[in-house]
């Protein structure tokens, strides 16, 4: 449930744990101090389970009315006051059945035969159940979704309870009631402080896992599984064939494993990224088959100490198993609050190591001269590993030759600033979310969510982008120099990237713009303001809580937030959607704006919102009609206005089907299959959106295309439908029928970049071939500039041939080139 709120961050992970372990240790407690008084404790333990059921049951239903509840306080709270909220009304929440299902082990304890191999083989049993747990989502969240899920689980809960009910009705005998011995309180205190080392370990690999693996909310169950695995089967293992030496070795088995983790971690990458699979579900057995055997020798010997210490302090270990969850909450908050923010999630695992082998050692008194080789080793070794692998190291395929400008880390994510092997710069959160680009093509890209957006309001003056980037898709405002810019921004490492790292490309827009860290939801909740236009950003929908974007309840917000006449436009990458998910995306957008409307900017897909009357191309040539002609040309990046018009796609259509809910979402389950076996149909995508396109003359009505731009409009109109099924063809390998259409785009509307880049970059990669039969490179990289001017490839081309001819004008194009790519590395390198 909270990644639908947090998304799949530290920050929502360590609301969950930190409250699961809390209720864990306090139920746990609780019944080791009363169950002694407690009759039948198997029937205690069949209405725990019936109660947890019932709660997973409602939760569905509660859930909406909590967010409800969010909503309106946002508006009295701060950003962070506002969090906390959540996260605390959520800790509560979990706390709740946590509490029962931590109560729950000490009546188990009591309903069986006192044993100590009995408590390894119960508590055993017990984590590789959880394991089940932790992995049922794996299968039920795609199938049924969130909401069914649950309910599912809350069946299965019911099943479970039934058949403590059959144990009790079978008489299965139970341990004589008597108050269970507490150990003394150093015990306690220890043990409790191994669960504060071992949820620091767990939320830290949760960090640096999530990193390298699926990028959603399914690592967290595999992760999950992994560690409980290694926990319950190291349990096993000591109750079946546990030998007195072998808890001096624990200390160095978990130590030596964390560090072990962290230094495999680059081969682990690595191979992730070269890796190919079948489909997303033999993805998901492999990597977590790999990370099950990365973690294991740590999570071993960490299941192991609860039957050791059990036998040591003469219990059955419920006293120790609830200190060890109460000390596991207070761990998830210190590693996701404080610890991985302050030192960073390498050296907050070292940490983590040196806590576990200390209080290892702390139960093996007295301590060997001999243990002085391993802790040097030890030592060496974690300070080689405290800091952060390079994301080169990590990435090698994708990020060969690149370095690393920029990390910040918090609860939030991880946000880094890379340097690519031609000097440009890439902005990546949690490694392998590419947020944006400086190269060329790229900052056109994100220029034009704030070109289309402004462009299709008749006078805009306040502008509010939701998500900031790196600052370029604002700086696509710049035009307008009388616009009030404001933009929220999640990632504080995002806003600090911006300023610092990107300022050459965004034209240092921020200085114009009123900045924002917030939630875009609390944003939007507390604020009173209304907007003439409303920029929502490209983002990652395949991630928990991150689709919520793309929901009802959040384009109602946008929504109330734009001033009569104002236009939202919600940015989708349809590289990032299949056919059903883009409809239900379309579907939950109409039901907010009837009057939505669809523009096609090459693989991006603008869904935009009229709050009123739709415009059309007055409302555009209006807004032209306020600019100068050097604004005018800017505002259009160069296109002119009828290009832009020539990208309208039409009116949603309406249709029938579910929607996207925050509280059901659907989109998230669905589309981390699309990156394996082949699940993506970029084709089936475009070919789906060529049929629901209006004809052009119908097109022309509908935007109110006056008579004497006819013929300029159905060109450009005609131009992007044919470049578009250049693309399907090229996808369905057929080259030579996408060259023709592509042709045929760049004679219908040469002014299109879209096609000139297409155009160009095939030309460009036959120019040798060209040139053997005797074409002139020179002339034929001038033709290529003509085609498109704005490519930096064709002018390093030029530049190239030009120096190997020693000609003067080869100074010229260089300059032109840092024009195009400020921060290319071979032009800014060159002597003059």
């Known amino acids: 449930m909270l990644t639908l709120q947090f998304g799949v961050s530290v920050f929502g992970v360590v609301v969950t744990v930190a409250a699961f372990m809390a209720g864990l240790g306090l139920g746990s407690l609780a019944m080791a101090w009363t169950s002694h008084r407690t009759g039948r404790p198997l ?93 049922l989502p794996l299968v039920l969240l795609p199938s049924l979704g969130w909401a069914a899920a649950l309910r599912a689980t809350a069946l299965l809960g019911l099943v479970v309870a039934m058949g403590w009910v059959l144990l009790l009705k079978w008489r299965v005998p139970e341990k004589a009631a008597g108050k269970e011995p507490r150990p003394p309180g150093i015990w306690l205190i220890t043990y409790g402080g191994l669960g504060v080392m071992s949820l620091v370990l767990e939320i830290a690999w949760t960090r640096l896992f999530s990193l390298v693996m699926l990028r959603t909310e399914y690592v967290l169950a595999l992760i999950l599984a992994a560690f409980l695995g290694g926990i319950g089967l190291g349990s096993l293992w000591v109750s079946r064939a546990h030998r007195p030496g072998w808890a001096r070795a624990l200390p160095w088995l978990a130590s030596g494993g964390i560090l072990l983790s962290l230094a495999l971690l680059p081969l682990f990458s690595s191979w992730i990224e070269r890796a190919s699979w079948a489909s997303f579900a033999s993805a998901l057995w492999a990597q977590g088959g790999v990370l099950f055997l990365l973690t294991l020798p740590t999570t071993l010997a960490l299941g192991a100490w609860l039957p050791i210490l059990a036998r040591q302090s003469s219990g059955n270990g419920v006293w120790l198993y609830g200190a060890n969850a109460l000390g596991g909450a207070v761990g998830a908050a210190a590693a996701g609050y404080v610890l991985i923010p302050l030192l960073g999630t390498p050296a907050t695992l070292v940490l983590a190591a040196w806590g576990i082998l200390g209080l290892g050692l702390f139960w093996n008194r007295p301590l060997s001269r001999w243990m002085i080789v391993p802790a040097l080793a030890l030592a060496f070794a974690s300070f080689r590993l405290a800091s952060f692998p390079a994301a080169e190291s990590l990435l090698p395929q ?322 992007t439908e044919l470049l578009v099924r250049s693309w399907i063809s090229a996808l369905n390998g057929q080259p030579g029928q996408a060259a023709r259409l592509m042709g045929m785009a760049f004679e219908a509307n040469p002014k299109d970049r879209w096609t000139a880049y297409a155009l160009s970059d095939q030309m460009l990669a036959q120019l040798d071939g060209a040139v053997a039969r005797g074409l002139d490179r020179e002339q034929a990289l001038r033709k290529l500039q003509q085609i498109n001017p704005w490519s930096p490839e064709i002018l390093r081309a030029l530049w190239h041939e030009q120096k190997r001819r020693h000609e003067p004008v080869a100074e010229a194009t260089r300059q032109q080139l840092l024009i195009l790519s400020p921060l290319d590395r071979e032009a800014l390198s060159a002597k003059n």
């Open 398 to 719: 994708a990020l060969a030759g690149s370095r690393d400008l920029y990390r910040y880390e918090d609860a939030v994510a991880m946000t880094q600033v890379v340097e690519l092997a031609n000097g440009q710069r890439l902005l990546l959160t949690d490694l392998q979310r590419r947020d944006a680009s400086t190269e060329a093509t790229a900052v056109y890209v994100q220029a034009n969510q704030a070109r289309l957006a402004l462009l299709l309001h008749p006078a805009p003056h306040k502008v509010l982008f939701l998500g900031l980037g790196t600052g370029i898709s604002a700086m696509g405002s710049q035009p307008y120099p009388d616009l009030d810019r404001t933009a929220v921004e999640l990632s504080r490492g995002a806003i600090r990237a911006a300023r610092q790292w990107f300022a050459p490309l965004n034209g240092s827009v921020l200085g114009q713009t009123e900045v924002f860290q917030d939630d875009a939801r609390h944003f939007l909740s507390a604020s009173r303001d209304r907007y003439d236009v409303i920029v929502g950003d490209l983002f990652h929908p395949d991630l928990a809580g991150v689709s919520s974007l793309l929901s009802v309840q959040q384009f109602r917000r946008v929504r109330s937030h734009l001033a009569d006449g104002g236009i939202f436009v919600q940015w989708i990458a349809l590289n990032q959607f299949d056919s059903e998910s883009l409809a239900i995306v379309l579907r939950s957008f109409r039901d907010v704006f009837p009057q939505g409307q669809l523009f096609l900017d090459g693989m991006h897909l603008a869904l935009v919102g009229p709050n009123g009357a739709w415009s059309g191309a007055n409302a555009m040539s209006a807004n032209l009609d306020r600019l100068s002609p050097l604004q005018r040309q800017q505002a259009t990046a160069g296109e002119g206005e009828m290009t832009w018009l020539g990208r309208y796609w039409g009116p949603i259509p309406p249709s029938r089907g579910v929607e996207q809910d925050e509280w059901a979402p659907q989109i998230e389950f669905r589309l981390p299959r699309l990156r394996y076996g082949g699940g993506a149909d970029l084709a089936g995508v475009l070919g789906r959106l060529v049929a629901m396109r209006p004809d052009v003359d119908r097109a022309r009505s509908m935007l109110g295309v006056l008579p004497g731009q006819r013929e300029s409009f159905e060109r450009a109109y005609i131009g």
């Open 43 to 135: 029937l205690w333990l069949a209405l725990m389970e019936a109660g947890v059921a019932a709660f997973a049951w409602v939760l569905p239903t509660a859930a909406p009315a909590l967010g409800s509840g969010f909503d309106a306080a946002a508006t009295r709270m701060t950003p962070a006051a506002w969090q906390a909220l959540m996260a605390g009304a959520s800790f509560v929440l979990l706390t709740v059945p946590a509490f029962a299902l931590g109560a729950g082990f000490p009546l188990l304890m009591r309903a069986i035969p006192k044993s100590q191999a009995a408590l390894g083989l119960f508590y055993g049993v017990n984590t590789l159940g959880a394991v089940a747990g932790a992995l």
